[in-house]
């Protein structure tokens, strides 16, 4: 490989560094969650993503950009230094921010708490979905979670604001807070009800995926975990 060939290709590897990270930034910033100073103890802590474009979020944690970023440096460093003390100078520091942030982002999966996950799509439009999220609880049942998203391709959207909270079904509770089933009877509106047949009709702004009037039956309900 000639010279001249290897010094395009690692400014080619730079260029896929610079893009990585801006694109591992422009993700973090899409919607609400992602990392976050913890509130008092001074850590950064990991929150679930709400919000946002819903296919950015695989791109969003800066600790996997990062190491991704420093194996292409370390790559470029290879092909375009001469002085191989230079090189190996690079490539270990390279190698060394890969290393870490990969190590930090596999101890911060470990150590911290599980945030929401997506469950399932639990009712359908032509123009939006309704997904159910497992939120887990520490010292108490976990909660069932509604968000809308909107049905847009790669430029799907997710709500900031829950539609509806219910306690998990495993929680033992009554139920009459526990989630039944939803559809959608207007472009606009979602019937919802819980599991004793109780029903809520909720209103939705399409444009932002906020609800009008969300119904809560998560912070006044009976927990038997907590007995």
Known sequence: ?????????????????AVTVAVTFLANADGLGGLAWCDGDGLLCGSPKRGGHIYLRPLAHPLLGSALAAGLVAAAAHLGMRRRVLRVASETVAAVVAATALLLSLLGSLARFEPDYWDSVVATSPDFRLVSYRSPGLFSSGSV????????????????????????????????????????????????????????????????????????????APDPSRD
């Open 1 to 17: 490989m000639t010279l001249v060939l290897r010094r395009w290709l690692a400014v080619g590897l730079l260029v896929a560094a």
């Open 145 to 220: 979670l509604l968000r809308l998203q909107s049905r847009e391709g790669l430029a799907s959207r997710e709500g900031s604001e829950d539609l509806a909270c219910f306690i998990e079904e495993i929680s033992g509770s009554d139920p009459e807070w526990q989630f039944g089933r939803a559809r959608f009877v207007e472009n606009d509106e979602i019937e919802l009800s819980a599991k004793d047949g109780t029903t809520w009709l909720i209103r939705f702004y399409p444009r932002t995926l906020s609800p009008v009037n969300p119904v809560d039956r998560c912070t006044d």
